[in-house]
Every structure is written in C-alpha cells, then in structure tokens.
C-alpha cells in the first residue's frame, strides 16, 4: 500500500513541471503528498506537519535549477532535512566507566531481552569488553529463562535470582558479583511496562537511583505507531536515557516512530535491530533510514554488498573483454557466481528504489540462476570460451546433457547475445568518458 | 441472573477502563473540536482528521472517513452535536466487520466443532503467549476441557512460558521441547485434543516479521499438518496485533492471510496509551473481525469484542 514517494510525487509535480520557481502555490500540492507519505510512514502527525513547513519553508522562492527537475530538487530537500533531523551527532554506546552499567527499559515486546543477548554479544566479539547480564524481569513467565539460555548463546555468565522479587536488589547483587568477578560490562534487562503505569515507572526510575548506571537505552519497536512520541517522552521523563534502540527492523516497516522520537526527545539512535541472532545489530546509519522514511529503497546498502564482493582487478579484466567482444560464458558463469555471493536475490532488488514494492508479492526463487548454470555446466570449455561454434547438434548435446529443452538452450543463446551487445555499447559510452543521465522519471 | 448482570457490568467496565484513554483521545477532541459549531465546516474537519489520523487510523481510511461524513452531512442537512455523534458513529461501525462465523464463538463454545482448534499467529512481541495464556484461563474458567500447543520452539524459553501459563490457568500443555519442528507439535497436539476430547486447543506459534517468505511457508506448513489429523482444522486462525502499532498492522494482516487464511484478530495492550485506530482500516480492508482485545496483564483481562461496546465506549456511554 506505500509506494515509493518519488513515483508519488509525479502526479504532484506536474503541476511544477516548466515553472522556474517553487512558489506557495505550486508547492501546495507536493507538500500535502510528503506528508501523506510521512504519515503512512508512522511519523506522528504533528511531526509530519512541522516538518513539511520547514521543508516549504525551504523550497519556496528556490530557483529550479535547469539540470534539476524541480521534483528532484524538493525530494532532494525532504531527503537533506530528514537526514538531518535524523542524524545529529553520532554517538556510540557509552563505555568510559569501570564498571560500565547499561540499563535496559522499555514496553512489553519491544524486543529488550533479545537485545540485551545482541549487545552483549557486540560489546563481547567487537569491543573485548567482558560482560555479564543480570535478569530483572521478575514479571513475565520465563523471562528469566530466556535471558538465561541467550547469555549462553553468546557464553558470557548471567546473574538470576528466582526467588527475590524486587529488582532492585537483584541489579544491586548482580553489580557485586560482578565488580568481585572483575567484569567490565553489567547489563541490566528490565521487564517491559507501560508508560502510564505509574508503579511500574516508578519501579525503573528506583533500579536506576539505586545503580546509576552510565548508559540507559530505551527499547523500541520500529513498526509501532502514533504513540510512540508520547511512550518516549514518558520513558526520558522518568529516565532521561541516553540513546534509543530501534528493534525489529528487518521487517518491511517504514519505521517514521524513528524520526518521531528523534524529534520529540532529542536523543540519539544507537543501534537498530535487524534480525533474531545474536549478531543481528546494526549502528544507525541516519541517511538510510531517511530514504526507507520516504520509500526511496536502501540503495547505499546494496552498493555497500556490491563492493564488498567486488574484485577491482576481475572487473577491469572483463571491462578489456567486453571492449574486445570476447565477453565468453566462462565469464557469465563467474558474473551470476558474483551476484550469488552478495545474498538473497529478493532482498538485493529489494533495496532498489522503486522496485522493492513491485516484487513484494512476487516470491522470487534463488534457484532463478540455476537453469543457466546448468547450461553452462553442460557446455564444453571450449564451448564456453567460443560461443560462437554452438550450433544445432551441439545445441541438442547440450540439451540434453543438462536435461533441459533444446528451446531453453537457444533461449538462452539468444539472451547472451543480446547482453553482450548491450554490454558493449554501455562499455563504450563510459570509456568515451560520456555518463550515463539516470532518467528521473 | 443477577450474579450474570454483575459480571457482565464488570466486564464492560473493564472494557472502559481499557478503553480510556482511546476514549478521552477520541471523543473529548472531537466534542472539542465541535464546540461552537453548527455545521461541519474546513476546520471541523481538519481537526477530525488530526484525531483520525492520530489515532492510527491511517491515511485511507480517514480520507474515507472525512469524505462520507462530508457528503452525508451535505446531504442530511447535518445541524447539531448530537447528529454528528450518530453519524461519526454509523460511520465507524460500519468499518468494523463482524460477519465471520468465527466470531461468534464464544467461551462457551456454543456450536462450535470439538475440538475446537485455534492456532495463533503473529510478529514477535504483540502479546501472543500471553494471550493464550489469558484464553486458556477463560474457556478453562467456562467449564471448558483446554489443551495448549507449545509450537514456538525457537525463541529462547518460549516453550517454558507457555508452560507457566499452563500451570497458571490449570491445563494441560503438549510440549517436545526447543528447537523441534513446530510441525510435529502441532500434529501432536491436534491428535490429542481429538483421541482425548478435548473442547478447545490452542497452538501458539513462535513470532515472525511477515516478510520473511521461509518463515510465512513454515506457517502454512504448520496448518496443513494439523489437517492431517482434523480435516477442517484449525477452526480459528487468530492473528494478534499489537494496538501501538502503526501502518505496518496493514501489511502483517495482508501476509498472515495470504499464508493462513487469519479469520480473527485479537488486539492487545489496549490498556497502553495506544489507540489501536488501525484496526478500524484492517478490519474494513480485509473483512476480518476484532474477537479478541487484551486489556491489562492479568488473566482476567481479555475479553470477546463487542462492536457496539467498543463504539459506545469510544463515544462515551
């Protein structure tokens, strides 16, 4: 149901389309349309409008810049102020203290005690810290228990105690027994309550009276709604925490709860979580968020996978090759090897502004590159450096050797040709020192 | 009759007192907003909309909202307080669906197949568990033979705090331990509550983000096997959500229907300053009705929905 804000906008900026200045009256329409999207995004509602009359602000008497449409100027705009709210100093978890005592605080299913495991895997596997945890959910059934068998999984120790009641005492214990132990790190998990739950606030306030802790990290889900303004300020009322967490955001929420509580407590995003292991924790990156704010796709992240697996030195060797025409199936086969390496097909797409909601409903299978490697596999090597010498019989050999049809071989013949063609006119252009223009519309 | 009368008034104050703050957050803004006025005008409906859309109720659904308030009061000659409360209300109303069958099965299971299956699903973190474990205390409390299914082999002590609910509410639970196919529970649990008469299972499933495609085709595997057992099982698919959240409720209704056919939904912390708008728009999109809402932690605190209640409550009576 949330489409991407560019395509969006399209409509909207029609009607600036051919003007050479953003003016009141030309605006009025794309500004209604951000904050459409701003809200479908979770952003609380007044946030959104603050927001779109400073972006107004900004854009009015702009002139539009020839080589920008002024659609792109504006989303350019939207997408700077966002990031910008978003951002602010970067600040990392606080660990100056000796021992450092974190606190952990939040709503019920927020995600604490899965991200208390995570952290404690963090500070153990990449910051050398030793850490110990201490269960001070004394509500909910087995919450104890699954800290327990979490703290196993990462293999630092847990301090729990079934009988005492008051978690207050239990956190105190526990930063005993770990200052006696020479711990580095105490984390405390809490259980989840309700902002307006009066005892239950007053319960966290005295845990962190009692252990001054050095960091408070407030729990949240990313997909939570409206509420989320009111939920953290009552949370920074009672604790004045120092940083947020941003759980479960490996789903498809647009998470605008983040730039709520960015706005409305002014405290930093610490770390977000992006799956159900122990090592799925993730820094905040403010620009990203901004674009997955907007349905503008994750494309840093998925130029980020595709550095990280690709080699310099093989992409300059295929560019001569394909400058040459003797881009061969040796070389298609290592290309869909190199794809493979950078993950789930369906999640690599996904990240591609504009195409993540396409493909939503479309359960697209890793196996999609298997009918081609199976080809190839069953071409000889002199077939597959020289594809120019498959004709019919060794079309039919091969057929057969990978048990395909005869017409999915040629299909595929076909559709190297073709991409060898259109590999080398984009080559050309780029060696011509000509770019590319990425077509906005 | 009277002891009845006294639960049933208890129920609904504790549907209120749920409901109190979506109420105060509804209603006094939209008095508010009304103050002074004898026709709806811009302003009047920009401040609806605000309360609207505040409320989670979503973008589309408040457009749908504002534009058939606009056009019945252009066409009914809307003069007055009072109207616009019965219309605000008509309109509401006729958003929450309540015809599926399944939702009118109570507690007491009156012409429901035995054993009645429910299976629940969810996201990590709405209240699932917890809300089985209220369920469970509820049909046991009716007089009910309850049977629990601990299908969430996979998050850390899950299996273990189904069994405290267990314990809690006086039933049985079928367990295999961790990290066993939740297949095989199911199957398990099904075949028992059949052989050994049970009125009601309940089979809690382990939380997933619904745009994890594994994840969703293990779900619908988890139904298909129970079918084994009992062909038209599970009776009840029940999709919990959580009421804070936002939009997203959208998209976990969509996919949770697409793997299981979901034909109930129970709405939970409805005691928390959330508003659970949302549900207004989920059940109008896809047609499924609210049966269920948590309203506090204790196992006393889930109750059927009543459409008419929860519209009442909202406007006050």
Same mark, same amino acid.
């Given at each position: 149901?949330?489409?991407?804000?560019?395509?969006?906008?399209?409509? $909207?900026?029609?009607?600036?389309?051919?003007?050479?200045?953003?003016?009141?009256?030309?605006?009025?329409?794309?500004?209604?349309?951000?904050?459409?999207?701003?809200?479908?995004?979770?952003?609380?509602?007044?946030?959104?409008?603050?927001?779109?009359?400073?972006?107004?602000?900004?854009?009015?008497?702009?002139?539009?810049?020839?080589?920008?449409?002024?659609?792109?100027?504006?989303?350019?705009?939207?997408?700077?102020?966002?990031?910008?709210?978003?951002?602010?100093?970067?600040?990392?978890?606080?660990?100056?203290?000796?021992?450092?005592?974190?606190?952990?605080?939040?709503?019920?299913?927020?995600?604490?005690?899965?991200?208390?495991?995570?952290?404690?895997?963090?500070?153990?596997?990449?910051?050398?810290?030793?850490?110990?945890?201490?269960?001070?959910?004394?509500?909910?059934?087995?919450?104890?228990?699954?800290?327990?068998?979490?703290?196993?999984?990462?293999?630092?120790?847990?301090?729990?105690?079934?009988?005492?009641?008051?978690?207050?005492?239990?956190?105190?214990?526990?930063?005993?027994?770990?200052?006696?132990?020479?711990?580095?790190?105490?984390?405390?998990?809490?259980? #989840?309550?309700?902002?307006?739950?009066?005892?239950?606030?007053?319960?966290?306030?005295?845990?962190?009276?009692?252990?001054?802790?050095?960091?408070?990290?407030?729990?949240?889900?990313?997909?939570?709604?409206?509420?989320?303004?009111?939920?953290?300020? $009552?949370?920074?009322?009672?604790?004045?925490?120092?940083?947020?967490?941003?759980?479960?955001?490996?789903?498809?929420?647009?998470?605008?709860?983040?730039?709520?509580?960015?706005?409305?407590?002014?405290?930093?995003?610490?770390?977000?979580?992006?799956?159900?292991?122990?090592?799925?924790?993730?820094?905040?990156?403010?620009?990203?968020?901004?674009?997955?704010?907007?349905?503008?796709?994750?494309?840093?992240?998925?130029?980020?996978?595709?550095?990280?697996?690709?080699?310099?030195?093989?992409?300059?060797?295929?560019?001569?090759?394909?400058?040459?025409?003797?881009?061969?199936?040796?070389?298609?086969?290592?290309?869909?090897?190199?794809?493979?390496?950078?993950?789930?097909?369906?999640?690599?797409?996904?990240?591609?502004?504009?195409?993540?909601? $396409?493909?939503?409903?479309?359960?697209?299978?890793?196996?999609?590159?298997?009918?081609?490697?199976?080809?190839?596999?069953?071409?000889?090597?002199?077939?597959?450096?020289?594809?120019?010498?498959?004709?019919?019989?060794?079309?039919?050999?091969?057929?057969? #050797?990978?048990?395909?049809?005869?017409?999915?071989?040629?299909?595929?013949?076909?559709?190297?040709?073709?991409?060898?063609?259109?590999?080398?006119?984009?080559?050309?252009?780029?060696?011509?020192?000509?770019?590319?223009?990425?077509?906005?519309? | 009759?009277?002891?009845?009368?006294?639960?049933? &008034?208890?129920?609904?104050?504790?549907?209120?007192?749920?409901?109190?703050?979506?109420?105060?957050?509804?209603?006094?803004?939209?008095?508010?907003?009304?103050?002074?006025?004898?026709?709806?005008?811009?302003?009047?409906?920009?401040?609806?909309?605000?309360?609207?859309?505040?409320?989670?109720?979503?973008?589309?659904?408040?457009?749908?909202?504002?534009?058939?308030?606009?056009?019945?009061?252009?066409?009914?000659?809307?003069?007055?307080?009072?109207?616009?409360? &019965?219309?605000?209300?008509?309109?509401?109303?006729?958003?929450?669906?309540?015809?599926?069958?399944?939702?009118?099965?109570?507690?007491?299971?009156?012409?429901?197949?035995?054993?009645?299956?429910?299976?629940?699903?969810?996201?990590?973190?709405?209240?699932?568990?917890?809300?089985?474990? &209220?369920?469970?205390?509820?049909?046991?409390?009716?007089?009910?033979?309850?049977?629990?299914?601990?299908?969430?082999?996979?998050?850390?002590?899950?299996?273990?705090?189904?069994?405290?609910?267990?314990?809690?509410?006086?039933?049985?639970?079928?367990?295999?331990?961790?990290?066993?196919?939740?297949?095989?529970?199911?199957?398990?649990?099904?075949?028992?509550?059949?052989?050994?008469?049970?009125?009601?299972?309940?089979?809690?499933?382990?939380?997933?983000?619904?745009?994890?495609?594994?994840?969703?085709?293990?779900?619908?595997?988890?139904?298909?096997?129970? =079918?084994?057992?009992?062909?038209?099982?599970?009776?009840?698919?029940?999709?919990?959500?959580?009421?804070?959240?936002?939009?997203?409720? %959208?998209? =976990?209704?969509? =996919?949770?229907?697409?793997?299981?056919?979901?034909?109930?939904?129970?709405?939970?912390?409805?005691?928390?300053?959330?508003?659970?708008?949302?549900?207004?728009?989920?059940?109008?999109?896809?047609?499924?009705?609210? &049966?269920?809402?948590?309203?506090?932690?204790?196992?006393?605190?889930?109750?059927? %929905?009543?459409?008419?209640?929860?519209?009442?409550?909202? %406007?006050?009576?």
């Amino acid at each position: 149901m949330f489409e991407n804000l560019q395509s969006r906008l399209e409509s $909207a900026f029609k009607t600036l389309k051919g003007q050479g200045r953003i003016t009141e009256i030309n605006v009025a329409e794309t500004v209604k349309e951000i904050r459409k999207a701003l809200l479908e995004a979770d952003v609380n509602y007044k946030i959104a409008k603050e927001f779109t009359d400073k972006v107004k602000e900004e854009a009015l008497g702009q002139n539009v810049i020839t080589s920008l449409q002024p659609g792109q100027l504006l989303v350019k705009i939207v997408n700077d102020q966002l990031t910008a709210l978003l951002g602010g100093e970067v600040a990392e978890i606080n660990l100056s203290s000796s021992p450092n005592i974190i606190l952990i605080a939040g709503l019920q299913g927020s995600g604490k005690t899965t991200f208390t495991g995570k952290l404690a895997y963090y500070l153990k596997n990449k910051k050398n810290q030793s850490v110990m945890l201490a269960a001070c959910d004394v509500y909910r059934p087995a919450a104890i228990d699954q800290l327990k068998v979490l703290a196993e999984q990462v293999g630092v120790p847990v301090y729990t105690d079934y009988e005492t009641k008051n978690p207050v005492l239990i956190a105190q214990t526990a930063i005993a027994k770990a200052k006696e132990q020479g711990i580095k790190t105490i984390i405390i998990d809490t259980a #989840g309550r309700l902002s307006i739950d009066e005892e239950m606030m007053n319960e966290i306030y005295n845990v962190k009276q009692a252990i001054s802790p050095n960091e408070v990290l407030f729990v949240v889900d990313a997909m939570t709604g409206q509420d989320a303004v009111n939920t953290a300020q $009552a949370f920074n009322e009672r604790l004045n925490f120092d940083g947020v967490v941003l759980t479960k955001l490996d789903g498809d929420t647009r998470g605008g709860a983040a730039l709520s509580i960015k706005s409305a407590v002014k405290k930093p995003i610490k770390f977000v979580g992006m799956g159900e292991k122990m090592d799925a924790l993730d820094v905040f990156y403010p620009e990203r968020m901004a674009q997955r704010i907007l349905g503008m796709g994750d494309i840093v992240s998925l130029v980020e996978k595709a550095q990280m697996v690709y080699d310099e030195e093989e992409a300059s060797k295929l560019n001569k090759k394909i400058a040459a025409n003797k881009f061969d199936f040796e070389d298609f086969y290592t290309q869909i090897q190199q794809i493979k390496k950078m993950g789930n097909l369906k999640d690599l797409m996904g990240m591609i502004p504009g195409v993540g909601k $396409a493909i939503k409903e479309i359960d697209i299978n890793d196996d999609a590159f298997k009918e081609i490697e199976c080809i190839i596999q069953s071409m000889t090597p002199k077939e597959r450096k020289n594809p120019e010498i498959i004709n019919g019989s060794r079309r039919a050999r091969i057929a057969k #050797g990978s048990g395909k049809d005869v017409q999915k071989v040629n299909q595929l013949m076909k559709q190297f040709e073709e991409m060898k063609k259109m590999m080398k006119t984009v080559n050309k252009m780029q060696s011509s020192g000509r770019n590319m223009r990425m077509g906005f519309k | 009759m009277g002891f009845f009368d006294f639960l049933y &008034k208890e129920k609904k104050e504790q549907l209120n007192k749920g409901l109190e703050k979506t109420k105060v957050s509804l209603f006094s803004k939209i008095s508010k907003a009304l103050l002074g006025k004898s026709k709806i005008d811009a302003a009047f409906l920009d401040d609806l909309e605000e309360i609207l859309l505040s409320s989670d109720v979503g973008v589309k659904t408040t457009i749908e909202i504002i534009n058939r308030i606009e056009k019945r009061a252009t066409d009914e000659k809307f003069l007055g307080e009072n109207e616009l409360n &019965k219309l605000l209300r008509d309109e509401i109303s006729g958003l929450l669906d309540d015809n599926a069958l399944v939702a009118k099965i109570d507690f007491d299971l009156t012409n429901a197949p035995k054993p009645y299956i429910i299976m629940v699903v969810g996201v990590n973190g709405v209240g699932k568990t917890t809300t089985i474990g &209220k369920l469970a205390h509820q049909f046991q409390s009716s007089g009910k033979k309850v049977l629990l299914g601990a299908a969430d082999t996979f998050r850390a002590a899950a299996v273990d705090q189904l069994k405290i609910w267990g314990t809690r509410a006086n039933v049985p639970v079928v367990a295999l331990g961790m990290n066993v196919d939740p297949s095989a529970v199911a199957f398990d649990t099904v075949k028992k509550a059949v052989d050994e008469q049970f009125d009601v299972a309940i089979i809690d499933t382990a939380g997933r983000l619904h745009n994890k495609v594994g994840l969703m085709n293990e779900l619908s595997k988890i139904k298909r096997v129970m =079918q084994k057992v009992s062909p038209d099982a599970p009776h009840e698919i029940l999709l919990v959500l959580d009421a804070s959240t936002g939009q997203n409720a %959208f998209e =976990q209704a969509k =996919q949770f229907t697409a793997a299981t056919e979901v034909n109930a939904l129970a709405l939970t912390k409805l005691d928390g300053t959330a508003k659970g708008g949302v549900v207004i728009g989920i059940s109008n999109e896809f047609k499924i009705p609210v &049966k269920y809402i948590g309203v506090g932690e204790g196992m006393n605190d889930l109750q059927i %929905f009543n459409k008419n209640e929860f519209v009442d409550s909202l %406007f006050g009576e």
